[in-house]
Protein backbone atom coordinates (compact mmCIF):
# COMPACT_ATOMS: atom_id res chain seq x y z
CA UNK A 1 0.00 0.00 0.00
CA UNK A 2 1.57 3.58 -0.54
CA UNK A 3 1.02 6.39 2.13
CA UNK A 4 1.88 9.68 1.73
CA UNK A 5 2.24 11.62 4.76
CA UNK A 6 2.64 15.01 5.72
CA UNK A 7 3.96 17.04 8.88
CA UNK A 8 3.42 20.47 9.97
CA UNK A 9 1.21 21.93 7.61
CA UNK A 10 0.92 25.08 9.46
CA UNK A 11 -2.63 26.64 7.91
CA UNK A 12 -0.78 27.19 4.44
CA UNK A 13 -3.74 25.97 2.31
CA UNK A 14 -1.50 26.85 -1.31
CA UNK A 15 1.16 24.34 0.32
CA UNK A 16 -0.74 21.67 1.46
CA UNK A 17 -3.06 21.64 -1.80
CA UNK A 18 -0.03 20.99 -3.86
CA UNK A 19 1.29 18.25 -1.81
CA UNK A 20 -1.97 16.14 -1.69
CA UNK A 21 -2.18 16.87 -5.51
CA UNK A 22 1.35 15.37 -5.87
CA UNK A 23 0.12 12.38 -3.45
CA UNK A 24 -2.65 11.54 -5.42
CA UNK A 25 -0.65 11.42 -8.89
CA UNK A 26 2.28 9.47 -7.07
CA UNK A 27 -0.70 6.60 -6.16
CA UNK A 28 -1.10 7.31 -2.15
CA UNK A 29 -3.82 5.32 -1.45
CA UNK A 30 -3.66 6.27 2.67
CA UNK A 31 -2.64 9.51 3.82
CA UNK A 32 -1.08 10.16 7.36
CA UNK A 33 -1.16 13.79 9.03
CA UNK A 34 1.49 14.13 11.58
CA UNK A 35 -0.05 17.25 13.91
CA UNK A 36 0.47 21.33 13.88
CA UNK A 37 -2.54 22.09 11.13
CA UNK A 38 -2.72 25.11 12.20
CA UNK A 39 -0.20 27.93 13.81
CA UNK A 40 1.67 30.46 11.34
CA UNK A 41 -0.50 30.17 8.38
CA UNK A 42 -3.38 32.17 7.26
CA UNK A 43 -5.95 29.55 6.77
CA UNK A 44 -6.67 27.50 10.05
CA UNK A 45 -9.87 26.86 9.00
CA UNK A 46 -10.00 25.64 5.56
CA UNK A 47 -6.80 23.13 6.99
CA UNK A 48 -8.69 21.28 10.12
CA UNK A 49 -11.90 21.00 7.33
CA UNK A 50 -9.26 19.58 4.87
CA UNK A 51 -7.63 17.22 7.27
CA UNK A 52 -10.89 16.42 9.11
CA UNK A 53 -12.45 15.36 5.33
CA UNK A 54 -9.71 13.05 5.10
CA UNK A 55 -9.73 11.33 8.65
CA UNK A 56 -13.55 10.64 7.73
CA UNK A 57 -12.51 9.47 4.53
CA UNK A 58 -10.02 6.88 6.01
CA UNK A 59 -7.10 9.44 6.79
CA UNK A 60 -4.69 8.83 10.33
CA UNK A 61 -4.13 12.28 12.36
CA UNK A 62 -2.19 13.40 15.19
CA UNK A 63 -1.78 16.14 17.29
CA UNK A 64 0.70 18.51 17.20
CA UNK A 65 2.07 21.66 19.91
CA UNK A 66 0.46 24.31 17.96
CA UNK A 67 -2.61 22.28 17.56
CA UNK A 68 -2.43 21.81 21.34
CA UNK A 69 -2.02 25.81 22.11
CA UNK A 70 -4.96 26.16 20.62
CA UNK A 71 -7.19 24.63 23.35
CA UNK A 72 -4.36 25.51 26.77
CA UNK A 73 -1.75 27.82 26.18
CA UNK A 74 1.13 29.36 23.79
CA UNK A 75 3.54 30.80 26.83
CA UNK A 76 5.81 28.19 26.16
CA UNK A 77 6.14 29.62 22.08
CA UNK A 78 8.38 32.36 20.32
CA UNK A 79 6.14 35.43 19.33
CA UNK A 80 5.32 35.26 16.54
CA UNK A 81 3.89 31.89 17.04
CA UNK A 82 1.93 33.58 20.13
CA UNK A 83 0.74 35.54 18.47
CA UNK A 84 -0.26 33.04 15.33
CA UNK A 85 -1.93 31.00 18.11
CA UNK A 86 -3.92 33.41 19.57
CA UNK A 87 -5.06 35.13 16.24
CA UNK A 88 -5.82 31.62 15.00
CA UNK A 89 -7.77 30.84 18.39
CA UNK A 90 -10.35 33.91 17.16
CA UNK A 91 -10.53 32.09 13.96
CA UNK A 92 -11.53 28.72 14.43
CA UNK A 93 -15.26 27.72 15.63
CA UNK A 94 -15.87 25.19 18.39
CA UNK A 95 -16.13 21.73 16.58
CA UNK A 96 -13.16 22.82 15.01
CA UNK A 97 -11.20 23.24 18.43
CA UNK A 98 -13.17 20.02 19.39
CA UNK A 99 -11.25 18.46 16.55
CA UNK A 100 -7.83 19.35 17.62
CA UNK A 101 -8.62 18.84 21.03
CA UNK A 102 -9.70 15.18 20.48
CA UNK A 103 -6.64 13.86 18.04
CA UNK A 104 -4.25 11.32 19.98
CA UNK A 105 -0.60 12.36 20.46
CA UNK A 106 0.22 8.92 18.23
CA UNK A 107 -0.99 6.43 16.16
CA UNK A 108 0.33 2.85 15.32
CA UNK A 109 -0.67 0.68 12.23
CA UNK A 110 0.99 -2.22 11.93
CA UNK A 111 4.79 -2.02 12.37
CA UNK A 112 4.70 1.82 12.17
CA UNK A 113 4.44 4.30 14.46
CA UNK A 114 2.98 8.15 13.93
CA UNK A 115 3.70 11.27 15.98
CA UNK A 116 4.57 14.70 15.74
CA UNK A 117 7.88 15.73 17.43
CA UNK A 118 9.13 11.95 19.04
CA UNK A 119 8.15 8.61 20.37
CA UNK A 120 10.38 8.77 24.22
CA UNK A 121 7.59 11.69 25.20
CA UNK A 122 5.42 12.87 22.44
CA UNK A 123 3.42 15.27 25.27
CA UNK A 124 6.98 16.99 25.44
CA UNK A 125 7.46 18.16 21.87
CA UNK A 126 11.45 17.50 21.83
CA UNK A 127 13.34 18.25 18.63
CA UNK A 128 14.91 15.58 17.06
CA UNK A 129 18.28 17.75 16.10
CA UNK A 130 21.01 14.47 16.16
CA UNK A 131 21.40 10.98 16.85
CA UNK A 132 21.36 10.66 20.29
CA UNK A 133 17.89 12.40 20.13
CA UNK A 134 16.75 10.08 17.40
CA UNK A 135 17.96 6.71 19.51
CA UNK A 136 16.39 8.11 22.49
CA UNK A 137 13.14 8.21 20.25
CA UNK A 138 14.01 4.76 18.34
CA UNK A 139 14.44 3.39 21.78
CA UNK A 140 11.08 4.02 23.19
CA UNK A 141 9.60 3.40 20.12
CA UNK A 142 7.77 -0.53 20.39
CA UNK A 143 7.23 -0.28 16.35
CA UNK A 144 10.38 -0.80 13.88
CA UNK A 145 9.52 2.63 11.81
CA UNK A 146 8.60 5.68 13.52
CA UNK A 147 7.20 8.82 11.34
CA UNK A 148 7.64 11.82 12.89
CA UNK A 149 8.03 16.14 11.89
CA UNK A 150 7.96 18.79 14.04
CA UNK A 151 11.55 20.17 13.18
CA UNK A 152 11.11 20.90 9.62
CA UNK A 153 14.20 19.71 8.02
CA UNK A 154 13.70 16.18 6.51
CA UNK A 155 16.35 13.58 7.72
CA UNK A 156 16.22 9.52 8.10
CA UNK A 157 18.18 8.04 11.64
CA UNK A 158 18.81 4.27 11.61
CA UNK A 159 19.65 2.80 14.58
CA UNK A 160 21.47 -0.96 13.95
CA UNK A 161 20.74 -4.52 15.88
CA UNK A 162 24.28 -3.46 17.72
CA UNK A 163 22.49 -0.32 18.51
CA UNK A 164 24.70 1.81 16.27
CA UNK A 165 23.16 5.03 14.98
CA UNK A 166 23.13 6.56 11.53
CA UNK A 167 22.03 9.81 10.41
CA UNK A 168 21.13 10.37 6.67
CA UNK A 169 19.88 13.55 5.15
CA UNK A 170 17.62 12.62 2.16
CA UNK A 171 17.51 13.48 -1.60
CA UNK A 172 14.09 14.49 -3.23
CA UNK A 173 12.57 11.84 -5.18
CA UNK A 174 14.64 8.85 -4.82
CA UNK A 175 13.49 5.88 -2.83
CA UNK A 176 15.24 4.96 0.32
CA UNK A 177 14.35 1.50 1.60
CA UNK A 178 13.93 0.74 5.43
CA UNK A 179 15.53 -2.28 5.56
CA UNK A 180 14.30 -4.86 8.33
CA UNK A 181 16.75 -5.51 10.71
CA UNK A 182 17.44 -2.12 11.83
CA UNK A 183 14.78 0.94 13.24
CA UNK A 184 14.15 3.63 11.72
CA UNK A 185 13.25 7.16 12.49
CA UNK A 186 11.89 9.31 9.75
CA UNK A 187 11.84 12.59 10.23
CA UNK A 188 9.64 14.77 7.46
CA UNK A 189 10.23 18.05 6.38
CA UNK A 190 7.33 20.41 6.93
CA UNK A 191 4.30 21.03 4.14
CA UNK A 192 3.80 24.63 5.11
CA UNK A 193 7.05 26.07 6.51
CA UNK A 194 10.00 24.48 5.42
CA UNK A 195 13.31 25.67 7.35
CA UNK A 196 16.14 23.38 5.75
CA UNK A 197 16.65 26.52 2.55
CA UNK A 198 14.60 25.01 0.16
CA UNK A 199 11.09 26.92 0.33
CA UNK A 200 9.10 23.82 -1.39
CA UNK A 201 6.36 22.22 0.41
CA UNK A 202 7.92 18.93 2.00
CA UNK A 203 6.49 15.80 2.15
CA UNK A 204 7.10 11.72 1.81
CA UNK A 205 5.57 8.43 -0.09
CA UNK A 206 5.89 4.74 1.86
CA UNK A 207 5.21 1.65 0.01
CA UNK A 208 4.67 -0.82 3.14
CA UNK A 209 5.23 -3.36 0.27
CA UNK A 210 8.58 -2.22 -0.83
CA UNK A 211 9.35 -0.63 2.46
CA UNK A 212 10.71 2.31 1.07
CA UNK A 213 10.20 6.10 1.54
CA UNK A 214 10.00 8.76 -1.09
CA UNK A 215 10.83 12.28 0.19
CA UNK A 216 9.37 15.18 -1.77
CA UNK A 217 9.20 18.68 -2.32
CA UNK A 218 6.72 20.10 -4.63
CA UNK A 219 6.77 24.31 -5.87
CA UNK A 220 3.65 25.82 -4.88
CA UNK A 221 2.32 29.54 -4.84
CA UNK A 222 4.28 30.89 -2.15
CA UNK A 223 4.02 34.31 -2.94
CA UNK A 224 0.41 33.69 -2.67
CA UNK A 225 0.37 32.07 0.61
CA UNK A 226 2.56 34.74 1.84
CA UNK A 227 0.61 37.80 0.77
CA UNK A 228 -2.09 35.87 2.74
CA UNK A 229 0.01 36.16 6.04
CA UNK A 230 0.54 39.21 5.64
CA UNK A 231 -3.28 40.41 4.50
CA UNK A 232 -4.33 38.87 7.32
CA UNK A 233 -1.85 40.76 9.84
CA UNK A 234 0.12 38.07 11.07
CA UNK A 235 3.62 39.06 12.26
CA UNK A 236 5.07 39.90 8.43
CA UNK A 237 8.48 37.61 9.60
CA UNK A 238 5.90 34.14 9.19
CA UNK A 239 5.47 35.47 5.51
CA UNK A 240 8.81 36.27 4.56
CA UNK A 241 10.11 33.17 5.72
CA UNK A 242 7.99 30.82 3.43
CA UNK A 243 10.34 32.84 0.64
CA UNK A 244 13.71 31.82 1.51
CA UNK A 245 12.53 28.30 3.31
CA UNK A 246 13.92 29.00 6.84
CA UNK B 1 18.22 -13.73 12.42
CA UNK B 2 17.87 -16.71 11.04
CA UNK B 3 20.20 -19.27 10.32
CA UNK B 4 21.58 -19.79 6.90
CA UNK B 5 19.16 -22.01 4.96
CA UNK B 6 22.14 -22.16 2.34
CA UNK B 7 23.23 -25.80 0.89
CA UNK B 8 23.26 -27.55 -2.41
CA UNK B 9 20.27 -28.52 -3.68
CA UNK B 10 18.03 -26.02 -1.75
CA UNK B 11 15.87 -23.30 -3.34
CA UNK B 12 15.57 -19.82 -1.91
CA UNK B 13 12.59 -17.43 -3.63
CA UNK B 14 13.59 -19.53 -7.07
CA UNK B 15 16.93 -19.69 -7.20
CA UNK B 16 18.42 -23.18 -6.88
CA UNK B 17 21.65 -23.32 -5.28
CA UNK B 18 24.41 -25.14 -6.95
CA UNK B 19 27.84 -25.47 -4.91
CA UNK B 20 29.81 -22.94 -2.76
CA UNK B 21 32.30 -21.25 -5.56
CA UNK B 22 34.21 -18.85 -3.04
CA UNK B 23 34.44 -18.77 0.63
CA UNK B 24 35.82 -15.29 1.94
CA UNK B 25 36.23 -13.39 5.15
CA UNK B 26 32.75 -11.63 5.12
CA UNK B 27 30.67 -13.88 2.84
CA UNK B 28 30.48 -17.10 0.83
CA UNK B 29 29.68 -17.18 -2.99
CA UNK B 30 27.29 -20.30 -4.39
CA UNK B 31 26.62 -20.66 -7.97
CA UNK B 32 22.76 -20.60 -8.58
CA UNK B 33 20.09 -21.20 -11.41
CA UNK B 34 16.81 -19.90 -11.96
CA UNK B 35 14.59 -21.18 -14.84
CA UNK B 36 14.03 -17.59 -15.76
CA UNK B 37 17.36 -16.63 -16.24
CA UNK B 38 19.91 -17.90 -18.85
CA UNK B 39 23.02 -16.14 -17.82
CA UNK B 40 25.44 -18.05 -14.88
CA UNK B 41 24.69 -16.50 -11.63
CA UNK B 42 25.83 -16.24 -8.02
CA UNK B 43 24.21 -15.71 -4.88
CA UNK B 44 26.35 -14.03 -2.53
CA UNK B 45 25.55 -15.30 1.10
CA UNK B 46 27.11 -12.70 4.79
CA UNK B 47 28.78 -14.84 7.48
CA UNK B 48 26.36 -13.79 9.71
CA UNK B 49 26.73 -16.75 12.90
CA UNK B 50 28.22 -16.13 16.44
CA UNK B 51 31.71 -14.74 16.56
CA UNK B 52 31.24 -13.78 13.05
CA UNK B 53 32.50 -10.16 12.04
CA UNK B 54 29.60 -7.70 12.84
CA UNK B 55 30.28 -5.82 10.22
CA UNK B 56 29.82 -8.41 7.39
CA UNK B 57 25.95 -7.19 8.44
CA UNK B 58 26.39 -4.21 7.74
CA UNK B 59 28.70 -4.34 4.63
CA UNK B 60 26.05 -6.61 2.94
CA UNK B 61 23.22 -4.36 4.13
CA UNK B 62 24.67 -2.01 1.74
CA UNK B 63 25.30 -3.85 -1.01
CA UNK B 64 22.25 -5.59 -0.61
CA UNK B 65 20.91 -1.80 -1.15
CA UNK B 66 23.54 -0.07 -3.83
CA UNK B 67 24.45 -3.13 -6.29
CA UNK B 68 20.47 -3.32 -7.55
CA UNK B 69 20.50 0.78 -7.84
CA UNK B 70 23.89 0.05 -10.19
CA UNK B 71 23.68 -0.45 -14.08
CA UNK B 72 25.52 -0.90 -16.80
CA UNK B 73 28.66 -3.22 -18.14
CA UNK B 74 30.57 -2.38 -15.23
CA UNK B 75 28.94 -3.62 -12.54
CA UNK B 76 27.44 -7.29 -12.55
CA UNK B 77 23.92 -6.94 -13.18
CA UNK B 78 21.74 -8.10 -10.02
CA UNK B 79 18.78 -10.34 -10.18
CA UNK B 80 17.40 -10.63 -6.86
CA UNK B 81 17.76 -9.88 -3.07
CA UNK B 82 16.71 -11.15 0.50
CA UNK B 83 16.87 -9.74 3.74
CA UNK B 84 18.18 -10.62 6.99
CA UNK B 85 14.78 -11.76 8.00
CA UNK B 86 14.73 -15.07 6.34
CA UNK B 87 17.72 -15.56 4.20
CA UNK B 88 20.01 -12.56 3.07
CA UNK B 89 21.38 -13.11 0.05
CA UNK B 90 22.32 -11.21 -3.23
CA UNK B 91 21.88 -12.80 -7.09
CA UNK B 92 24.22 -11.11 -8.90
CA UNK B 93 25.53 -12.22 -12.97
CA UNK B 94 28.47 -14.38 -12.66
CA UNK B 95 31.19 -12.84 -14.71
CA UNK B 96 33.52 -15.44 -16.51
CA UNK B 97 37.22 -15.65 -15.43
CA UNK B 98 39.30 -14.28 -12.48
CA UNK B 99 39.77 -11.37 -10.64
CA UNK B 100 42.44 -9.41 -11.28
CA UNK B 101 44.21 -10.94 -7.93
CA UNK B 102 45.27 -13.61 -10.27
CA UNK B 103 47.69 -11.51 -12.14
CA UNK B 104 49.79 -10.70 -8.64
CA UNK B 105 52.58 -13.64 -9.35
CA UNK B 106 53.22 -11.78 -12.81
CA UNK B 107 53.83 -8.24 -11.22
CA UNK B 108 55.42 -5.92 -12.15
CA UNK B 109 53.60 -6.15 -15.02
CA UNK B 110 54.82 -4.41 -18.60
CA UNK B 111 54.21 -0.47 -18.69
CA UNK B 112 51.95 -0.39 -21.06
CA UNK B 113 49.39 -3.10 -20.33
CA UNK B 114 49.36 -1.83 -16.60
CA UNK B 115 48.17 1.59 -18.71
CA UNK B 116 45.61 0.16 -20.46
CA UNK B 117 44.60 -2.10 -17.01
CA UNK B 118 44.29 1.13 -15.01
CA UNK B 119 42.80 3.30 -17.76
CA UNK B 120 39.73 0.70 -17.90
CA UNK B 121 39.39 0.74 -14.27
CA UNK B 122 39.81 4.09 -14.62
CA UNK B 123 36.68 4.10 -16.99
CA UNK B 124 34.60 2.14 -14.67
CA UNK B 125 35.23 4.24 -12.00
CA UNK B 126 33.98 7.14 -14.18
CA UNK B 127 30.62 5.10 -14.38
CA UNK B 128 30.48 4.09 -11.00
CA UNK B 129 30.77 7.64 -9.69
CA UNK B 130 28.39 8.90 -12.42
CA UNK B 131 25.90 7.01 -10.51
CA UNK B 132 26.28 8.23 -7.24
CA UNK B 133 28.33 5.34 -5.50
CA UNK B 134 31.99 5.40 -4.19
CA UNK B 135 33.27 1.68 -4.21
CA UNK B 136 35.86 2.13 -1.48
CA UNK B 137 37.56 -1.07 -1.72
CA UNK B 138 39.02 -1.13 -5.03
CA UNK B 139 41.69 -3.72 -4.99
CA UNK B 140 43.02 -6.53 -7.29
CA UNK B 141 40.69 -8.96 -5.69
CA UNK B 142 37.65 -6.25 -6.55
CA UNK B 143 38.13 -6.07 -10.18
CA UNK B 144 37.54 -8.61 -13.16
CA UNK B 145 37.55 -8.06 -17.20
CA UNK B 146 34.51 -9.01 -19.43
CA UNK B 147 35.37 -10.55 -22.29
CA UNK B 148 34.34 -7.76 -24.43
CA UNK B 149 36.95 -6.12 -22.30
CA UNK B 150 35.06 -3.42 -20.05
CA UNK B 151 36.55 -3.40 -16.61
CA UNK B 152 33.52 -5.06 -13.71
CA UNK B 153 33.82 -3.86 -10.37
CA UNK B 154 32.46 -5.90 -7.66
CA UNK B 155 32.13 -6.41 -4.00
CA UNK B 156 30.23 -3.11 -3.13
CA UNK B 157 30.16 -3.71 0.51
CA UNK B 158 31.80 -0.70 1.82
CA UNK B 159 30.25 1.42 -1.19
CA UNK B 160 28.72 5.12 -0.11
CA UNK B 161 25.64 6.03 -1.79
CA UNK B 162 25.23 10.04 -2.09
CA UNK B 163 21.45 9.14 -2.09
CA UNK B 164 21.24 6.58 0.20
CA UNK B 165 21.80 6.64 4.30
CA UNK B 166 25.46 5.54 4.35
CA UNK B 167 25.21 2.88 6.62
CA UNK B 168 29.18 2.23 7.53
CA UNK B 169 29.46 6.12 8.48
CA UNK B 170 29.20 6.23 12.05
CA UNK B 171 28.56 2.30 12.44
CA UNK B 172 32.37 1.28 13.26
CA UNK B 173 35.40 3.66 15.05
CA UNK B 174 37.77 1.77 12.65
CA UNK B 175 37.28 2.94 9.25
CA UNK B 176 36.73 -0.24 7.05
CA UNK B 177 38.75 -1.74 3.77
CA UNK B 178 41.65 -2.81 2.70
CA UNK B 179 44.81 -1.18 4.31
CA UNK B 180 47.02 -0.99 1.53
CA UNK B 181 44.80 0.67 -0.55
CA UNK B 182 42.64 3.37 2.07
CA UNK B 183 42.61 6.78 0.93
CA UNK B 184 43.97 8.94 3.50
CA UNK B 185 40.77 10.69 4.49
CA UNK B 186 39.67 7.60 4.85
CA UNK B 187 41.46 7.17 8.64
CA UNK B 188 39.41 10.94 9.15
CA UNK B 189 36.08 9.28 8.75
CA UNK B 190 35.78 10.88 5.04
CA UNK B 191 33.41 8.63 2.98
CA UNK B 192 32.11 11.10 0.35
CA UNK B 193 34.65 11.89 -1.54
CA UNK B 194 35.16 9.88 -4.62
CA UNK B 195 38.46 11.14 -5.06
CA UNK B 196 39.49 8.42 -2.45
CA UNK B 197 38.89 5.76 -5.17
CA UNK B 198 41.67 7.30 -7.30
CA UNK B 199 43.82 7.14 -4.47
CA UNK B 200 43.22 3.49 -4.58
CA UNK B 201 43.66 2.58 -8.12
CA UNK B 202 47.08 5.13 -7.64
CA UNK B 203 48.13 2.76 -5.35
CA UNK B 204 46.96 -0.56 -7.67
CA UNK B 205 49.16 1.05 -10.12
CA UNK B 206 52.34 1.71 -7.94
CA UNK B 207 52.01 -1.86 -7.22
CA UNK B 208 51.18 -3.70 -10.42
CA UNK B 209 54.08 -1.56 -12.27
CA UNK B 210 56.93 -2.33 -9.29
CA UNK B 211 56.03 -5.27 -7.33
CA UNK B 212 55.75 -3.07 -4.30
CA UNK B 213 53.38 -1.34 -2.54
CA UNK B 214 53.36 2.65 -1.75
CA UNK B 215 53.14 2.23 1.71
CA UNK B 216 53.79 -1.00 2.50
CA UNK B 217 51.40 -3.53 4.24
CA UNK B 218 51.08 -2.53 7.23
CA UNK B 219 47.29 -3.16 8.90
CA UNK B 220 47.92 -1.25 12.15
CA UNK B 221 45.67 2.17 12.43
CA UNK B 222 49.40 3.78 13.26
CA UNK B 223 51.15 2.44 10.35
CA UNK B 224 47.95 3.52 8.00
CA UNK B 225 48.26 7.22 9.35
CA UNK B 226 51.92 7.79 8.08
CA UNK B 227 50.07 8.33 4.44
CA UNK B 228 48.93 10.93 6.15
CA UNK B 229 52.06 13.21 5.99
CA UNK B 230 54.45 10.76 3.81
CA UNK B 231 54.51 10.09 0.51
CA UNK B 232 55.55 7.01 -0.91
CA UNK B 233 58.99 6.28 -2.91
CA UNK B 234 58.64 8.00 -6.50
CA UNK B 235 58.06 4.44 -8.79
CA UNK B 236 61.33 5.22 -10.55
CA UNK B 237 63.34 5.00 -7.38
CA UNK B 238 62.47 1.31 -7.94
CA UNK B 239 62.20 1.05 -11.49
CA UNK B 240 65.09 3.03 -13.35
CA UNK B 241 62.89 3.13 -16.46
CA UNK B 242 59.99 4.04 -15.02
CA UNK B 243 58.25 6.78 -17.50
CA UNK B 244 58.03 9.99 -16.20
CA UNK B 245 54.56 11.06 -17.37
CA UNK B 246 53.49 7.57 -15.73
CA UNK B 247 55.12 8.08 -12.67
CA UNK B 248 53.71 11.69 -12.63
CA UNK B 249 50.43 9.90 -13.22
CA UNK B 250 50.40 7.66 -10.23
CA UNK B 251 52.02 10.36 -7.95
CA UNK B 252 49.27 12.57 -8.28
CA UNK B 253 46.98 9.90 -7.71
CA UNK B 254 48.86 9.02 -4.28
CA UNK B 255 48.05 13.00 -3.20
CA UNK B 256 47.58 12.84 0.07
CA UNK B 257 45.12 15.77 -0.05
CA UNK B 258 42.05 14.61 -2.61
CA UNK B 259 42.12 18.35 -3.79
CA UNK B 260 45.80 17.61 -5.47
CA UNK B 261 44.46 14.37 -7.33
CA UNK B 262 42.72 14.44 -10.58
CA UNK B 263 39.09 15.63 -10.13
CA UNK B 264 37.50 13.00 -11.61
CA UNK B 265 37.79 9.66 -12.85
CA UNK B 266 36.58 10.15 -16.13
CA UNK B 267 39.49 12.97 -16.55
CA UNK B 268 42.31 9.92 -15.31
CA UNK B 269 41.27 7.37 -17.93
CA UNK B 270 41.71 10.58 -20.19
CA UNK B 271 45.03 10.75 -19.13
CA UNK B 272 45.59 7.06 -19.50
CA UNK B 273 44.21 7.05 -22.93
CA UNK B 274 46.46 9.87 -23.99
CA UNK B 275 49.78 9.48 -22.64
CA UNK B 276 52.35 12.06 -23.68
CA UNK B 277 56.05 11.29 -23.12
CA UNK B 278 57.27 14.97 -24.27
CA UNK B 279 55.06 16.47 -21.26
CA UNK B 280 55.78 15.27 -17.90
CA UNK B 281 54.45 18.81 -15.98
CA UNK B 282 50.66 18.54 -17.68
CA UNK B 283 49.67 15.78 -15.21
CA UNK B 284 50.56 17.30 -11.78
CA UNK B 285 49.58 21.11 -10.99
CA UNK B 286 52.36 21.10 -8.56
CA UNK B 287 55.36 19.61 -9.97
CA UNK B 288 57.16 17.08 -7.88
CA UNK B 289 60.89 16.68 -8.72
CA UNK B 290 61.84 12.69 -9.22
CA UNK B 291 64.53 13.14 -7.57
CA UNK B 292 63.32 14.98 -4.27
CA UNK B 293 63.17 11.72 -2.03
CA UNK B 294 60.46 10.45 -0.56
CA UNK B 295 60.39 11.66 2.71
CA UNK B 296 59.32 15.08 3.25
CA UNK B 297 61.15 16.77 5.97
CA UNK B 298 58.74 15.74 9.15
CA UNK B 299 58.91 19.78 10.58
CA UNK B 300 57.73 21.03 6.84
CA UNK B 301 54.98 18.44 6.12
CA UNK B 302 52.53 18.29 9.11
CA UNK B 303 49.53 15.85 10.09
CA UNK B 304 46.70 17.18 8.37
CA UNK B 305 43.70 17.46 10.42
CA UNK B 306 40.23 16.40 9.99
CA UNK B 307 38.97 19.60 10.07
CA UNK B 308 41.37 20.93 7.88
CA UNK B 309 40.24 18.31 5.04
CA UNK B 310 36.29 18.33 5.97
CA UNK B 311 36.95 22.16 5.45
CA UNK B 312 38.47 22.03 2.16
CA UNK B 313 35.95 19.58 1.28
CA UNK B 314 33.10 22.13 2.06
CA UNK B 315 34.71 24.34 -0.17
CA UNK B 316 34.88 22.29 -3.00
CA UNK B 317 32.27 22.37 -5.53
CA UNK B 318 31.07 19.06 -6.27
CA UNK B 319 30.49 18.09 -9.78
CA UNK B 320 27.15 16.33 -10.14
Not at chain 1, 73 to 96: C, D, F, K, V, Y
Not at chain 2, 187 to 208: A, E, K, M, Q, T
Request: glycine letters at 8%; one cysteine or more.
Amino acid sequence: MRLALFADIHANRQAFGACLEAAWARGAERLICLGDYVGYGADPEWAIDEVKGLVDNGAIAVRGNHDTAVGTTAESMNAEAQAAIEWTRGRLGASQRRFLAELPLTAQQDDRLYVHSEASSPGKWRYVQNTADAARSIMAAAAPITFCGHIHRPALYSMSSAAKMTSFVPTAGVAVPLLPGRRWLAVLGSVGQPRDGNPAASFAMFDTSSREITYCRVAYDVEEAASRIRNNGLPSWLADRLLVGR
Amino acid sequence: MAKSLIQPGAVIDGFTVGECVHSGGMATLWSVTHPGINVPLLMKIPRVSEGEDPAAIVSFEMEQVILPRLCGPHVPACFGTGDFVRQAYVVMERIPGRTLYSRLSELPLDYDEARGIAGKIAAALADLHRQHVIHHDIKPSSIMFRDSGEAVLIDFGLSHHDHLPDLLQEEFRLPYGTAPYMAPERLLGVRNDSRSDLFSLGVLLYFFTTGARPFGETETLRGMRRRLWRDPHPPRELRRDYPLWLQEIVLRCLEIEPVWRYPTASQLAFEFGHPDPSDCSRAAPVRRSASAGSHRDASRRRPRSARAITQRQSRRSYPS
